[in-house]
């Protein structure tokens, strides 16, 4: 069931209308259901993977927390334990819980690897074995991609081991478990919530509040102006250029990235409103996923700002823990001895870094060309840190202003173009068809390209490329009022009320006429949905 | 104490006015790479581990509040 | 405090659906080569028009009212569609008796051709025929009949391999899904009002004046003898036949004269005949007889090998008119009586485009 569905429109609408008569208590049980209608309708085949995830981390987060009971139980009986003493009981109680929580993400981890990547790996191994002589065919299984495996098991596996660092209690309802992970707004691309933030919200019922349920609907209007009168259309140029890379040299090259850039980035955060707009309509903040990415100064910053909820989930339990387990403090020492102070220091967070962005790559699908994509990003962050004290004398030398605005536009630039390149390696085709492409684009220099009138054969005509200006236009005129803290929705809630009407009814009209819907565009689809 | 983490502070990061700035995690002043330095020249200097289950912005976004953990941890 | 939200809200809603009324309506006026002339017929006035002529761009192309009303004061009008689809014949009809008291139909076969079968049921051909129509009421009929029609089509010969038409699909019934895109090709004023046309109906496009020789296609016609139509296309005008006979209208089933293949004008005698053996009047232009016998000069009166051009059209609509009065059709000199000025004026500007078209004076055209 796709966002932009008059099915989705149906449930949304008949799910608030039960949420809000429902008693108080019970409203949650009015979203769970609408859940599993929503997964019903939209892949049912698979949903047992799903359920056994929300099994298996229920009965998981119990035992945890039961163990996290029991330790504080005991140490309060016997508040007379010596130091070493409550440090020999808490390794014994770690060990324990560690166990169960490995079994757990096994568990739940194991579902997505072996139904995303299982047939990749096995492709592979094959090949290398074919290469030293062994023959065979690569088994191989043909289960289908459940519906959102890669959001939810981020998502379940984040509550069982914030339950391990004892920082949630666990819920004793299976029930309300299973909404948590099942939540229909989140399925498709998240954002990945945590246990902390989301479930009590889900869980109260809220009372109707009217400014929540404009707002929610004023969302859900903007991210479907992003999704239809831009990504569609840029998606147009950039599907031309990278489905057609040979024919494309120098700028062109760049044009495409850039271009399935803004694409990628209309399309996501605009699903990312819209999805957020739906919650909030049941009073539910969900987490917010984009902060103006393009305005990030650093490919560091880009990654704080652009899917903030997965980097966030790398970041506490990937990056973290890795870099700040014993083994890496080890190896810190040790690189410490051979590389010297400031880069042996930074060696084994960089090690830590290149495996979150790898996974950050693997995440996004079996391919190599994810892979360079997330070290790229790796590459130049860790690099950027590395490099910095040469960095900061060549600024030096060459007497440039770093305080000044003109400074702070180049790096936005700078950043923007580093990112575009990235997204060669996730967009293209495959590896050897992004490495062709960045071949190309160093081929030719022909920056005419934008004046000449190039721009318009790559599918769109001249009035949609002048529509889409304009929605990039007011899209960057509020991203800068967002970066100024100005609260766009409540800052249109003081103005008049005929104002206010007009913007909302202007910009439902502007949707209607230059959305990208309708038998010349197929039904709009997710960039992010295959996952 | 309060002397040791500024010096280790105003080396890592001689840009941030540590003094003055509440919210050096929550606005993202001091990012990943920041904290995990931080986290290691820490441990060194005052002999504790600062486990991930300590990584809470709260911890970390004010002097104030790196000091009241670490003092938590050295007992 | 409550109630003033309350009724702000539904204020606001009721000015929504306006605003979206208002663009759908603009949005839906449909823009395809035959709304000229349907949005012609639509504003005559009442019970004036005669009879109807009904068939694909064959008709379109061939039936010219003014020269029906010149000579002979016939008021009968056109309401060809490309491929038009045979299942859209009741609604044309259901329409046009709606305001006039229609006595007589000419229908061409055309269409009937199993190679169109599956064409005049794709969604763009459909649209041509049921978007339309004026009257809303006749229009959703129409695309009902047209619905159930392709599904008959694609249960004896399969379903195509594109895109086939589907009844569930919204662009069916909301033309704001088919036509909002029409503003990157720039708007303009047959976008949103009712077009018409001004030569009574008669081709307005540049195949108007467009001759091409089809003397060495002449040889096409030679095809032999008939040959059997198949069960669909028996059953399909078995289906027409007892819907016309119902109706009391009087019927003339025509093939207008072409120069395809052998095998396309044996199937399109043979349609012909399938019509003659059941009894209904018809008249074969494909022959060797015919083009002798009306006249036709097949090195100046066609503009490719299905369609005539105007002076051609001429030729074709004078002799299907006397046939219609020799044959004892319902039909009443209208010329002088009230309510035809429009036909009379219509006569007038056509004449004029007549004249300077095949003079070689720029005359306004549409591709």
Known sequence: MTLISVEFALLWVITAILYYIFPLKYRWTVLLASSGVYYFFSGLKTGYFMLISIAVIWFVALVLDKYNENHKQYLKEHADLTRDEKKALKAKVQKKKRLVLTCGLVLCFGMLVFLKYFNFLSDQTFSILRLIGVEGKAPKHDLAFPLGISFYTLQATSYIIDVYRGKLRAEKNVAKVALFVSFFPQIVQGPIGRFGHLAHQLYEGHRFNFTQFKYGLQLFLWGLIKKLTLAEYMGVIANEIFNNYTEYKGFEILLGAMVYGVQVYADFSGGMDMVRGVAQVFGIEMAVNFERPYFAKSVSEFWRRWHITLGAWMKDYVFYPLSLSKAFSTMGKKTRKVFGAYIGKMLPTFLASFIAFFLVGVWHGSSYKYVVYGLWNSIIISGSILLEPVYKKMLEKLKINTDCFSWQLFQIFRTFILVSIGRIFSRATSLTASIEMLKNMFSEFNPWIFTDGTLYTFGLQPRQMFMVFIVILTLVVVSIMQEKGMKIRETLDKQNMIFQWLVVIGAIVFVLIYGAYGTEFSAASFVYQQF | ?75 | MKNKKWLRSVAFILLLCVAVAGVMHCYSQPKYFNTRFINTFDEMPDDTVDGIVLGSSVIAHGWVSAVSWEKYGMAAFQFGTSVQPIGSIPGFIEYAQKNHDIKYVVIDIHSLRQQSLVTSVSSSKVQEAYLNIPDIGVRYSMLLDLFDYAERIYDFYGEPEGEKLDRTSASMYLPLLNFHNRWVDGLEKADFVAVKNEYLGANDRYTSFLSRDMTANLKNLDFGDTIEIDDFQKGELDRLFAYLDESGLEVLFISTPSFKSKSIQRELSSILKYCADSGYNTIDFATREMIEKVGFDTAVDFSDNGHVNLAGAEKLTSYICEYLIENGYSYTDRRGQDGYELWDEGLKNYREYYKNGWSGKSVDVYD
């Open chain 2, 1 to 75: 104490m309060k002397e040791q983490l500024m010096k280790i502070l105003n080396e890592l990061r001689p840009d941030v006015d540590f003094e003055n700035e509440t919210a050096l995690v929550t606005d993202g002043i001091l990012d990943s790479f920041d904290i995990v330095s931080l986290v290691g020249e820490i441990n060194a200097e005052f002999d504790i581990t600062v486990g991930v289950d300590e990584l809470e912005p709260e911890n970390f976004d004010t002097v104030a509040a790196m000091l009241d953990l670490i003092a938590d941890l050295a007992d």
